[in-house]
């Protein structure tokens, strides 16, 4: 049989191997869709084609993975790699690892309608414990025979296929043929890195389970997108999150209920809606939310969004949910605070949500979101998508490198002009979100404006001058539009980030950042004590509009006269709750500080010992929220349906 097989270049053999490898998963793709054909009956054909080209990338990200070893070891630069020996081990590997790996999505032929989502990393833990698994896994295979007898086929097709081609048993190997053969394990190794992160630019972050959210409508089709080893292996180590029951139905309800119920008795106010999300801006660079530093001398480095505090309404303190940016945008466009790790990465990404966006454009808005990032960057464009948002704008469809900046994307001024300009073509009334790049590391502003703005203790601080200009001219531009006097604009940022203040080198501080409320033909206006998160943007914004119907959202409504609201930050798995003057910090199982945030800014006086009866209250709340959080994630109900 080996005589009859066709002598090839081992990296002839890599390419082959792995096209077939390709070709068996969109089998396997295939597979999945007919055995749940029934869970799929809305998607067109053109969707679905459009869907198994979107599997590609991820189908290649979990071969990259699955195969590493054997990749690495065929194209080692040595010369025993030819031995007979050696290509036995070789292709044993490379059969045995990917049997593993198209048994991982035959199960999940069968088990799919059971989860409605593919099998994650948590498989492990979640039978851990059971004591019959034996008996488990007979009964399965029992019930699903024909699944198994078709399972072995397939990987005897497989193996079969896979061994056509062998590789030469000699070889010369001088320094000429060491040289090319260390070169082409290096562009392997280029191309490796590239395929399991989904690309090369400094912008793209590994690809995770959200980013099947570019290729479909819906959170209930991503499953059909992805591939269950992706789906375990960028799973495996991510915290999970585990059903708590501190508190019955009704008396959970009554403690807090992220179900809001909509304003039914007055007319709805169609006004247009623009978020701008600034990349980096902590409260600590805005000057008027901090005339009391420095002893009143303090200026800020945002001269423009300082005039827009005092026309808009605002709080003394407002928080963000997270420290990252990917963290931001569930948070305030979905109302959803990432809790342990980003939620858009974790194995609850492919839940069903709803956003601002999706329900405004249920009531007719046209939506769309602009961020000037190459395509793909950050995972927005796949969220974004999922979220309901019509329209994507990117550097793709600003079309015009000559004011990319060379790392993260479009400069905000000319990239906010364009926004402007295109927000000018849509119908009202519209939502639009504007997610901002300039203000990030490594600082730098266009060279024009070298030396215009102030540079400040902090690095970040210079272009932030440069970007609260850039929305300075967004706004100059806004104002000669038709709809700008009929537009809701909110304006906060995405993160925290460093500090020099010391009032912003504490647990509060970390998290601070502006949350402003802007309508111009409004009265919209003023400052409150109250508190104020990310999550509660959409809420409130809704019901601002008096939007009429029930909606989910883990946040409030910042412009309510209820004293029930709180907020919620957390980081590296430690919760910090904020309710009325305190902050507790817990670790997810025990309260290890107490602050009066009022009296002690710095939090350097633990109050944990010394008020039994506070602690409690906001204890009771904060496992009112784990409970309805974590519940709510693992069993899929993140909406009112």
């Given amino acids: 049989m080996n005589q009859k097989r066709s002598q090839q270049s081992i ?60 990749i690495i070891l065929q194209a080692l630069p040595i010369p025993f790699k030819y031995r007979k020996g050696y290509q036995n081990f070789n292709k044993w590997l490379f059969i045995v690892t990917n049997s593993i790996g198209f048994l991982a999505n035959f199960i999940d032929f069968a088990y799919y309608k059971f989860t409605l989502k593919r099998t994650t990393g948590s498989v492990f833990s979640q039978f851990s414990h059971e004591k019959n698994k034996l008996k488990l896994t007979t009964d399965f295979l029992l019930e699903y025979w024909l699944l198994l007898i078709i399972f072995f086929l397939f990987i005897y097709a497989f193996a079969k296929l896979s061994q056509i081609l062998r590789t030469p048993n000699k070889v010369r190997f001088d320094w000429k043929a060491y040289l090319a ?68 139905e009704q008396t959970l309800t009554q403690l807090y209920n992220p179900i809001h119920k909509g304003n039914d008795t007055a007319a709805f106010k169609k006004l247009n809606v623009v978020f701008l999300i600034i990349e980096s801006l902590g409260k600590e660079h805005v000057g ?50 990432s809790i342990k790790e980003p939620f858009v990465l974790s194995s609850y990404a492919s839940n069903n949500t709803t956003s601002i966006a999706k329900l ?21 464009s796949a969220y974004t998508n999922l979220a309901g948002v019509n329209h994507y704008y990117g550097k793709d469809e600003y079309n015009n490198d000559a004011d990319f900046d060379g790392i993260w994307g479009i400069w905000d001024e000319p990239f906010m002009q364009y926004m402007a300009k295109t927000i000018n073509t849509f119908k009202q009334p519209f939502f639009t979100s504007f997610f901002s790049v300039s203000s990030h590391h ?49 304006l906060c940022a995405d993160h925290a980030t460093v500090s020099y203040l010391p009032d912003y ?63 919620v930050n957390n980081n590296d798995g430690n919760f910090n709750f904020y309710d009325g003057d305190y902050l507790l910090i817990n670790d997810g199982e025990k309260s290890i500080s107490l602050f009066n945030l009022k009296e002690d800014r710095t939090t350097s ?37």
Wanted: proline share 6%; net charge positive.
């Fill in 505 to 567: 080198q504490t647990v509060p501080g970390y998290f601070s950042i502006p949350i402003l409320f802007y309508y111009p033909a409004g009265n919209l206006k003023g400052r409150t004590d109250k508190i104020i998160q990310q999550i509660d943007i959409m809420p409130t914004v809704l019901n601002y509009l008096n939007y009429k119907k029930p909606y989910f959202a883990f946040g409030f409504d910042a412009l309510n006269n209820k004293k029930d609201n709180f907020a």
């Fill in 181 to 248: 053969q260390t070169a082409a394990f290096l562009v392997i190794a280029f191309l490796f890195i590239g395929g399991v992160r989904g690309g090369w630019k400094h912008s793209t972050r590994p690809i995770t389970l959200s980013n099947a959210g570019d290729f479909v409508k819906s959170p209930s089709d991503m499953s059909l997108v992805l591939n269950t080893p992706f789906s375990i292996m960028k799973t495996l180590n991510s915290p999970k999150l585990i059903p708590v029951n501190y508190f019955d």
């Fill in 605 to 641: 006086n633990n109050l944990i010992n010394h008020l039994p009866l506070v602690k409690q209250e906001l204890e009771q709340k904060l496992k009112a929220f784990m409970q309805q959080y974590n519940n709510r994630m693992i069993n899929n109900q993140l909406t009112t349906n």
């Fill in 11 to 70: 990296y002839t053999i890599l390419i082959y191997q792995f096209v077939l490898l390709l070709a068996f998963y969109a089998i396997c793709r295939l597979g999945f869709l007919l055995v749940n054909r029934s869970l799929f009956t809305h998607l067109s054909t053109g969707e679905i084609a459009h869907i198994f080209l979107g599997g590609i990338k991820f189908d290649v990200v979990a071969l990259l993975y699955i195969n590493s070893l054997y």
């Fill in 288 to 337: 008027a939310l901090n005339k009391d530093q420095l002893n009143g001398t303090y200026k800020g480095y945002t001269p423009f969004i300082d005039s827009l505090v005092e026309q808009s309404f605002t709080s003394n303190r407002t928080y963000a949910n997270g420290r990252k940016s990917i963290d931001a945008l569930p948070s305030v466009i979905s109302g959803i605070p």
């Fill in 360 to 380: 405004l454009g249920d009531e007719g808005y046209y939506t769309a979101f602009f961020h000037g990032a190459p395509n793909g960057s950050m995972g927005f």
């Fill in 442 to 490: 490594p600082f730098k502003v266009p060279e024009k404006y070298q030396g215009v703005f102030p540079k400040g203790p902090l690095e970040v601080q210079e272009p932030m001058g440069y970007t609260d200009m850039a929305i300075r001219k967004f706004f100059e531009a806004a104002k000669k539009m038709p709809w700008y006097k009929n537009t809701l604009f909110v």
